[in-house]
């Protein structure tokens, strides 16, 4: 009888890790952790810049690198759901609008791959996606206080500026993720990796 050690396999376990990845539970639950991690990220660097849209490199990166790597249709519209759910919980601090506004670039994201699947390696357009993508959110602000009574202090001298800053923070923050997956696709793939059969 074969006595055991109580160690780990590190093939074993890895299997285990990769099994839970491969299922739909698993990417499902890859995606949430990463739309908290985005919403988290905003409370973390509260404050650090004056500047409308900043939070749009980590976002977008992090939007763009979901919908990249995972084979779910709407991974980046996954991705914000959660981060929309993590905003309404009390004492978090985020406003009323924050769910509708988190779950605007996933969307987007999602809609750009669904509709141009031929673009879906390019570089440019994988850009454009995540700066249209953040873009909606001054939009949907500017949208929200055109119907409503709510007043947000980024469109307090109009749509223009932080609509600028909200473009220029999403494409960059797409170029890392589109550069980031064209570097991983050069070295085996990382969807090959965490998906192979």
Do not use: N
């Given at each position: ?33 990463l ?21 749009g ?61 031929q ?79």
């Amino acid at each position: 009888m074969q006595e055991s050690t109580g160690v780990s396999h590190p093939r074993s376990s890895s299997s285990a890790i990769e099994s839970f990845a491969r299922s739909r539970q698993g990417e499902v639950a890859l995606l949430i952790g990463l739309g908290i991690l985005l919403a988290a990220s905003h409370l973390i660097s509260r404050g650090s810049l004056h500047l409308p849209g900043h939070h749009g490199v980590v976002d977008m990166a992090i939007l763009l690198a979901a919908r990249q790597i995972m084979r779910h249709p709407w991974s980046a519209t996954l991705a914000s759901i959660a981060a929309a759910g993590f905003a309404v919980i009390p004492g978090t601090g985020f406003g009323s609008s924050a769910p509708l506004l988190y779950l605007l670039p996933g969307l987007v994201v999602d809609l750009g791959y669904r509709f141009a699947p031929q673009w879906r390696t390019s570089i440019l357009f994988l850009t454009a996606l995540a700066a249209l993508g953040y873009g909606a959110k001054p939009l949907g602000r500017w949208l929200i206080a055109a119907v409503s009574d709510a007043h947000f202090g980024s469109l307090a001298h109009g749509l223009a500026y932080p609509l600028f800053s909200h473009l220029v923070f999403g494409l960059l923050g797409g170029l890392v993720a589109a550069w980031g997956w064209r570097a991983a696709r050069g070295h085996g793939g990382i969807r090959d990796r965490i998906f192979r059969k």
